[in-house]
């Protein structure tokens, strides 16, 4: 994925949670995101009298949600058939008391059996949309 701008961001989160776990899973999904794909960031910023303000993703987030006929696992097959990378939050990781013990817990589950409730997606803006083009957008 050389040129960031051909690329597309998409986050898909279930639009039963109250607005502080949807915005909790969307922030850590973009700091995974972020972190295998540092290109999205933004240079920081200096101001006049030399306050350094941090860059941010270059490209728009789009959030989605996920219609109950659409399972997470199928989305995630689907896109990493399509060559897109993601990444994905699991309701476990609000019940476990380190991230060793998150680990852990994943690796006693096949991949089917995982508790997803967020994804994103990041590739080539034409794949993004074809795999998310019939998701409705969250409100």
Not at 10 to 26: F, Q, S, Y
Not at 41 to 57: C, L, Q, Y
Not at 119 to 138: A, E, H, M, Q
């Amino acid at each position: 994925m050389s040129n960031v701008f051909e690329n597309k961001i998409v986050i898909i989160i279930d639009d039963d949670m109250n607005k502080g776990v949807t915005a909790n899973r969307a922030a850590v999904l973009m700091s995974g995101l972020a972190a295998k794909h540092p290109a999205i960031v933004g240079k920081s910023h200096i101001t006049r009298d030399n306050i350094s303000i941090e860059g941010f993703t270059q490209l728009p987030i789009i959030i989605l949600t996920r219609p109950e006929d659409k399972t997470y696992s199928d989305l995630i097959k689907s896109t990493r058939q399509a060559g897109c990378y993601h990444t994905m939050f699991l309701r476990r990781a609000e019940g476990v008391r380190s991230y060793a013990d998150y680990s852990e817990s994943i690796s006693e589950d096949n991949f089917d059996e995982l508790d997803i409730d967020g994804v994103v997606i990041y590739g080539k803006r034409k794949k993004v949309d074809k795999l998310t083009k019939n998701l409705p957008s969250l409100r």
